[in-house]
């Protein structure tokens, strides 16, 4: 899977363990959860890298698994559901094997419409059953995977999003067959902690206690500067310790907003790269997003948007309705924050997490728009 990447610094996909920094404690719970055969739930904010980690463990897991990846961000019901899960299918057991030959002969009996993407000549798998069938069939696709000579991983990216399908009831039905599966294990990725959280943890909730939970935080500072350097290294440039500190910092050690700015520190530099070098591409990232933190505030109300300020010039703010807080920002009541966080939560502009001492905080969930709100 690993392809040459245009730069040391990728943003948008996986290209293989040259570019992927540490995780070694992550991939190394997620191996022994596959083979112990317990399935894993994955928890992290957004862009902190889930994607990638799955994308990493394929490169760590055996041979003797068979992997299967899916997005479910796009689908909307159990029949795109099933439609996602059986390209993927389709993708990965080619035809002439043993399984491929059951699962295509499975699809033809039910006849489903095969396309071909035209670009990459893969193929697409196409039902339209009614809400029921659907139903059936996941089961039915599943069970057959289940009787693959091969132990099987899926890693069901986005998974929060069966929560908005409409057929009640969806995770009580998939925690039930999965439970029957003996050959087959999961990985269950999600950012909306408390949809996952809910999903997994809550006693009431079908998935409760079936899984193991990862929880993603920032890579370790130390290893991340490191590896930045040796990056930069690789490619005949240089840059020092106490610059790539600055450019953690800035960045919160955020996964993304890490890779995306030393993408830009790396590729305007010529020999080495500086403190000014940084600085300028970080405002240019800025300045490159204003209109969208534009949106943003008419997006908002006043109040809001006040709220959101004062919680990026905190940076952290643990007991958002203490009075040291709303004198310090004049606000007006404890109870208009809780409403105005509340719906600046449900738009995902401010996050809610948990420090290393395990105790609660509110910050502006997209590192750009902090550091240009902080600047106002
Ligand atoms: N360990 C790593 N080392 C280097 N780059 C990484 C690492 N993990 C992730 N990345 C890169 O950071 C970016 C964001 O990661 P990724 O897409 O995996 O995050 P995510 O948690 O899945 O985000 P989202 O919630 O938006 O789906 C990607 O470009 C990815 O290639
Ligand atoms: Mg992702």
Known sequence: ??????????????????????????????????????STTLIAIRRMGKTGLINHLQHHISKDWETIYIDIL??????????????????????????????????????VTLSYDPLSGEPNVSFNLKQNESKTQIRNLLNMLDQHHKPVLIAIDEFQQITSYPEKGTDAYLRTIVQQLKNVVFIFSGSQQHIMHDL?????????????????????????????????????????????AEILNWTNVHTYYVQLLCNRVFSSSKKEATTKTWQEEASRLLKE??????????????????????????????????SAFIQKY????????????QSLLKKELI??????????YYSVYDVLFLRWLEAL
């Open 200 to 244: 997994f943890s809550n006693p009431s909730k079908p998935f409760f206690r079936s899984t193991a939970f990862l929880h993603l935080e920032q890579i370790d500072f130390a290893i991340y500067q490191n590896f930045i350097v040796q990056q930069f290294e690789k490619y005949k440039k240089k840059i020092d310790k106490e610059v790539v």
């Open 74 to 111: 796009s689908t909307e019901n159990l029949n795109d559901l099933l439609n996602s899960l059986s390209t993927a299918i389709l993708k990965t057991l080619p035809e002439k094997t043993k399984i491929g030959q059951k699962i295509w002969d499975f699809f033809k009996s039910l006849h």
């Open 289 to 322: 997003q204003e209109m969208v933190f534009f949106t943003y505030r008419e997006m908002l109300t006043k109040a809001q948007w006040k709220l959101i300020k004062a919680i990026a010039k905190e940076g952290k703010v643990y007991s958002i309705t203490s």
């Open 330 to 341: 004049a606000f007006g009541s404890s109870s208009g924050i809780i409403r105005s966080l």
């Open 351 to 360: 996050n809610k997490q948990y420090d290393e001492d395990g105790k609660q």
């Open 1 to 38: 899977m690993s392809k040459k990447s245009p730069t040391p610094f990728p943003t948008t996909t996986y290209y293989g363990p040259e570019y992927f920094c540490d995780r070694d404690d992550e991939i190394q719970s997620l191996k022994n959860n596959i083979n112990n055969h317990q």
